[in-house]
């Protein structure tokens, strides 16, 4: 499990902090007091989601709310169409209630009002799921994965699926083999400042970024990393897209 959702299991709720500049600030009160007891953990789930859908269309859905976490449910391999994202604060659970039924795309989606043990459930579950079905999409996997040996290596991997609440160490501790500087490393933004869930890491040579395709499609915490030889040529591109 990657480095921040194992704070936010352990934590709870007051791993959220501040969000400088959010409507809708929080502050978790002390648990000392036996009168106030711990707020609500802010996850809504959703169904109905299209299934090409990823975590920077469901941020776009939420608009103007802080997103800390999209997980995509999946069944037999398959995507189910239902998630759970979490939020940055429980008032703004309710602001997210408000979006049920709404399109996305075609699709309107339904959000429903969802429990901390039921989220954690659904990652021990995803988990477990990405570990247990190493014989699913073979065919589509095998021209994927003969597409990307093909493909020259600048020294630079493009990563696509992060959480949106990974941060440069999640990703140094993913390359752990690897010797890297938080300088080499390069999480994209939209032009809102909002993470994107990819990301761009220099390594020190081509021969490097073509041995760390071996962590193409493992997991940071429940989410499949897909990696893609890239360049500095596209890095500089993403990075001033989200300036």
């Given at each position: 499990?990657?480095?921040?959702?194992?704070?936010?299991?352990?934590?709870?709720p007051?791993?959220?902090?501040n969000?400088p500049?959010?409507?809708?600030m929080?502050?978790?009160?002390?648990y000392?007091?036996v009168?106030?007891?711990?707020?609500?953990f802010p996850v809504v789930?959703l169904?109905g989601l299209p299934?090409?859908?990823?975590?920077?269309?469901?941020?776009?859905?939420?608009?103007?709310l802080?997103?800390?976490?999209?997980?995509f449910i999946?069944?037999?391999?398959k995507?189910?169409?239902?998630?759970?994202c979490?939020?940055?604060?429980p008032?703004?659970?309710d602001f997210?209630?408000?979006?049920?039924?709404q399109?996305?795309?075609?699709r309107y989606?339904e959000?429903f009002?969802?429990?901390r043990?039921?989220?954690?459930?659904?990652?021990a579950?995803?988990?477990?799921?990405?570990?247990?079905?190493?014989?699913?999409?073979?065919?589509?996997?095998?021209?994927?994965?003969e597409g990307?040996?093909?493909?020259?290596?600048?020294g630079?991997?493009?990563l696509r699926?992060?959480?949106?609440s990974a941060g440069?160490?999640?990703i140094?501790?993913?390359f752990?083999d690897?010797?890297?500087?938080?300088?080499?490393?390069?999480?994209?933004?939209?032009?809102?400042g909002?993470?994107t869930g990819?990301?761009?890491?220099e390594?020190?040579?081509?021969?490097d970024?073509?041995?760390?395709?071996?962590?193409?499609?493992m997991?940071l915490?429940?989410?499949y990393?897909e990696?893609?030889?890239?360049?500095?040529e596209e890095?500089?591109?993403?990075?001033?897209?989200?300036?």
């Amino acid at each position: 499990m990657g480095a921040k959702r194992q704070r936010m299991v352990d934590q709870g709720p007051s791993f959220y902090g501040n969000s400088p500049g959010s409507s809708f600030m929080y502050n978790a009160p002390p648990y000392g007091y036996v009168s106030q007891p711990p707020p609500p953990f802010p996850v809504v789930r959703l169904r109905g989601l299209p299934f090409d859908c990823t975590e920077t269309d469901v941020a776009e859905f939420f608009r103007g709310l802080d997103i800390v976490d999209v997980l995509f449910i999946h069944k037999g391999g398959k995507f189910t169409g239902e998630a759970f994202c979490v939020l940055g604060y429980p008032l703004q659970v309710d602001f997210a209630l408000q979006k049920n039924r709404q399109n996305m795309g075609r699709r309107y989606v339904e959000v429903f009002r969802s429990k901390r043990q039921d989220y954690y459930k659904a990652i021990a579950n995803e988990v477990s799921e990405s570990r247990g079905s190493p014989r699913r999409n073979i065919s589509r996997a095998k021209s994927y994965d003969e597409g990307k040996e093909l493909a020259e290596h600048t020294g630079v991997l493009r990563l696509r699926g992060l959480p949106f609440s990974a941060g440069k160490d999640d990703i140094m501790e993913f390359f752990k083999d690897f010797v890297l500087s938080e300088d080499s490393i390069h999480i994209t933004m939209n032009s809102e400042g909002r993470p994107t869930g990819e990301a761009f890491v220099e390594f020190a040579n081509a021969e490097d970024s073509k041995a760390a395709m071996a962590k193409d499609r493992m997991t940071l915490g429940s989410r499949y990393i897909e990696l893609f030889p890239s360049s500095i040529e596209e890095l500089d591109e993403a990075v001033s897209r989200g300036r």
